[in-house]
T-cell receptor, first 110, second 114 residues
């Protein structure tokens, strides 16, 4: 079946730094989504992207839907300690084929 | 092969029926979860089991009853299905119930109640 790759697998950054992570697939998706999972909680939806090339922001978070429809990236600006967690990307094709990536684990050092 | 699998992938049924969704993981994980995804793609945790024992039971109707025959399986039985139960249900597993553990998700079961 379809699989998503996320990179990096994990990252350690200093508070205040910007973060960039991406998600790639060998096949196309019509929707890309980004979730954040904090320790002990379920994944929470951060941003949903519905159109190739779309760039969407949610506070300090910015995500883009790749032109090829095979990738997406998520940027976090000016990281803070509460940004710690696992960031999952997910691809979807009209609700028929929803796939989660393996996650990027983010640690923010004070 | 497939780490977390769910059956069926699609389930269309009439209101009032009783149905089950099955989940299996071959990762040797101790903890399994059920999530409900709404039409806006938000995920809500429903249940979590660790080594066949219930550890999380969020506010869901008691028509939903999880069953874990062994730690590799967590099935979800739904009685008296209602229209609002239509959603995608995701199963997930993690190595332990520790809060830092990564969860691995299944492909989802698309339930439509008519």
């Amino acid at each position: 079946g379809q699989q998503l790759n996320q990179s990096p697998q994990s990252m350690f950054i200093q508070e205040g730094e910007d973060v960039s992570m991406n998600c790639t697939s060998s096949s196309i998706f019509n929707t890309w989504l980004w979730y954040k999972q904090e320790p002990g909680e379920g994944p929470v939806l951060l941003i949903a992207l519905y159109k190739a090339g779309e760039l969407t922001s949610n506070g300090r978070l910015t995500a883009q839907f790749g032109i090829t429809r095979k990738d997406s990236f998520l940027n976090i600006s000016a990281s803070i300690p509460s940004d710690v967690g696992i960031y999952f990307c997910a691809g979807d094709n009209y609700g028929q084929n929803f796939v989660f990536g393996p996650g990027t684990r983010l640690s923010v050092l004070p | 092969d497939t780490a977390v699998s769910q059956t069926p992938k699609y389930l269309v049924t009439q209101m009032g029926n009783d149905k089950s969704i099955k989940c299996e993981q071959n990762l040797g994980h101790d903890t399994m979860y059920w999530y409900k995804q709404d039409s806006k793609k938000f995920l809500k945790i429903m249940f979590s089991y660790n080594n066949k024992e219930l550890i999380i039971n969020e506010t869901v109707p008691n028509r939903f009853s999880p069953k874990s025959p062994d730690k590799a399986h967590l099935n979800l039985h739904i009685n008296s299905l209602e229209l609002g139960d239509s959603a995608v249900y995701f199963c997930a597993s993690s190595r332990t119930s520790g809060i830092q553990e990564t969860q691995y998700f299944g492909p989802g079961t698309r339930l439509l109640v008519l």
